[in-house]
């Protein structure tokens, strides 16, 4: 077994970190400063300008649209290479845009390219992997516990050469943003059908279409992520061609488990490399502070936590390659239970760190001064937003005991 990662890759993570040391940790000030003069002018969902020069600036140095493997499209990376590249990415929240591998997008993206028609991917996939457009993914609704899918009420009725949309769909993430322009929506072309995960498709639709409205932002622990966000929709007899359906009626839930190559372990290494982050700050604040007549990483209760902070992280870590490996070797499917169990261990990790992090840095770890309260709200929304940790758990648990049934 080799654990070191290939040439290839160790080239592109040492061209990621001198980016991300060059651009992207210099630019997170000015990012968030005019995300604020934007919203003290009383608009701020626009997207702003020191993102488009990070975006050119990483074309420009070859590290663009890692993500998409198995297509010439991509940078040809399995999702074992992709994974540290995505760790890097992680340290920063204005980093996966900067280099085009931000979700949803990058999601859509894989869809797009596995699912949709050459039209489709020449009007959609094209200006997505050029960075000028965005788009986002309308499935879960306010009204059922959209944990299971199969409770989702939207309904897609065919109308002749259309069909006719109509549902409530909010945590459409990426929808406020003025480029988004594309929604990849989840509804039920046959309700009644016996087979409960036959029920669904999954249809393109234009986010400026008649009826699609856009009923309120949605904050994420009071945070927006203006310009990006997340928006509550409401779908009122909105009309699309018949030729705007994926892979035909009844394939939302085939769609569903295949769109997700990259998109089941990115956010379990990007939360890694959050993690990675916080340790780094939480041990460079309690070397500079003193309570109680000594550096606070001279305290056992910090040293221990440092200690487990590194454990828990490289358990992380493994796990998630691990998962990575098997996706590359054998498969999404076979590749089941190591993928749940990433997505229970990245997120509930991270939070641990963060809040041993935190707690280092006193009441400044609550402010905005560091990134780590932003960082805490993210992780604690990708124990539900990735799947609840119930749902991976029980498909975990159910494969254990099979063994012995």
Known sequence: MDFDYSPKVQDLQARLTAFMEAHIYPAEAVYHAEVEANRR??????????????KAKA?????????????????????????????????????????????PD?????????????????????????????????????????????????????????????????WTTGAPDPRCKLLIFMGKTDPHNPNRHQQQSMILIPIDAPGVTMTRFLPVFGYDDAPHGHGEFSFDNVRVPVSNILLGEGRGFEIAQGRLGPGRIHHCMRLIGMAERALESMCKRSLSRVAFG???????????????????????????????????????????KEIAMIKVAAPNMALQVLDWAI???????????????????????????????????????????????
């Open 294 to 336: 000594k550096p606070v990483a001279d305290q056992g209760v910090t040293r221990e936590r440092i200690a487990n902070a590194r454990i828990l992280i490289d358990q992380a870590r493994f796990l998630t390659l691990n998962a990575a490996h098997k996706m590359d070797t054998v498969g999404n499917k076979v590749a089941a």
């Open 106 to 170: 990058t999601g859509n993206m894989e869809t797009l390219e596995r699912y949709a028609t050459e039209e489709q991917k020449q009007q959609w996939l094209l200006p997505l992997l050029a960075g000028e457009i965005r788009s986002a993914f309308a499935m879960t609704e306010p009204d059922v516990a959209s944990s299971d899918a199969t409770n989702i009420e939207a309904s897609i009725v065919r109308d002749g050469d259309q069909y006719v949309i109509n549902g409530k769909k909010w």
């Open 41 to 54: 002018t009383g608009n701020a969902w626009v997207a702003t300008r020191v993102m488009e020069e990070l």
């Open 59 to 103: 074309r420009a140095a070859g590290l663009w649209n890692l993500f998409l493997p198995e297509s010439q499209r991509g940078a040809g990376l399995t999702n074992l290479e992709y994974a540290p590249l995505c760790e890097i990415m992680g340290r920063s929240w204005i980093a996966p845009e900067a280099f085009n591998c931000n979700a």
């Open 359 to 405: 707690q280092v840095h006193g009441a400044a770890g609550v402010s905005d001064d560091f990134n780590l309260a932003f960082h805490y709200a993210q992780a604690r929304t990708l124990r539900f937003a990735d799947g609840p940790d119930e749902v991976h758990r029980n498909a975990i648990a159910k494969q254990e005991l099979a063994r012995y049934q």
